[in-house]
């Protein structure tokens, strides 16, 4: 079956240190890759998208690294700070060509506690 | 502000009335989405939009009802619902179908 899987245990660290987030994925083929955050009540914000054909992205303290053989993406938040505390949802777009072309799939996200 | 507005943000129904949720953007988008989220559970898609076509219908009871009269607004009306469809109604729109999307702040709707 088709799976995206974050770790659904809540990710607490301290302000000042990275972050890391993992993005699991089993008999998909994505196009693209999402990363989403949202806070409590709200609606996700865009972060990031990273394409098939690329290994890495950038913003500012924020990379995304995308291993198609792994079938992972990382996210990365550097100098972490209390205001980072959000859910972060990974998404990815199926290739063309599969029956859930143009469909943006989500996982159930992370949360991440940045302690001061 | 993504420009992506959802009215009312909260309602509160009982299970025989008839409602409506509202969705506007004014990025120039050309698809929209509407999605439901419970808690504990992921983002799933509902409808889906592209050029005011629906294209995508993901198995949703026909008690939700899409209209999307143009590429700026979209809604959702809703009618005998069930409480177990109170949840997070969220709406986005991208630039193409597929890309980057851009949410609105929701609906919590609660059922009774």
């Known amino acids: 079956s088709q799976k995206i899987e974050q770790n659904s245990e809540a990710l607490n660290i301290q302000e000042g240190k990275t972050a890391t987030l993992t993005c699991n994925y089993t008999?998909?083929?994505?196009?693209?890759l999402q990363w989403y955050r949202q806070d409590p009540g709200r609606g996700p914000v865009f972060l990031l998208l990273i394409r098939e054909n690329e290994k890495e992205k950038r913003k500012e303290r924020l990379k995304v690294t995308f291993d198609t053989t792994l079938k992972q993406s990382l996210f990365h938040i550097t100098a972490s700070q209390p205001a980072d505390s959000a859910t972060y949802l990974c998404a990815l777009t199926p290739s063309y060509g599969s029956s859930n072309t143009g469909k943006l799939i989500f996982g159930q996200g992370t949360t991440l506690q940045v302690k001061p | 502000e993504t420009g992506v507005t959802q009215t009312p943000r909260h309602l509160v129904m009982g299970m025989t009335n008839k409602k409506s949720l509202k969705c506007e953007q004014h990025l120039g988008h050309n698809a929209m989405y509407w999605y439901k989220q419970s808690a504990k559970k992921p983002l799933e898609l509902m409808f889906v939009?592209?050029?005011?076509?629906?294209?995508e219908n993901n198995s949703v009871p026909s008690r939700f009802s899409p209209e999307c009269p143009n590429s700026s607004h979209l809604f959702l009306h809703l009618h005998t619902l069930q409480p177990e469809d109170s949840a997070l109604y969220l709406c986005a729109s991208s630039l193409e179908n597929g890309g980057a999307e851009f949410f609105g702040p929701g609906t919590r709707l609660t059922v009774l």
């Open positions: 939009y592209s050029l005011e076509e629906r294209v």
């Open positions: 008999n998909y083929s994505p196009a693209y």
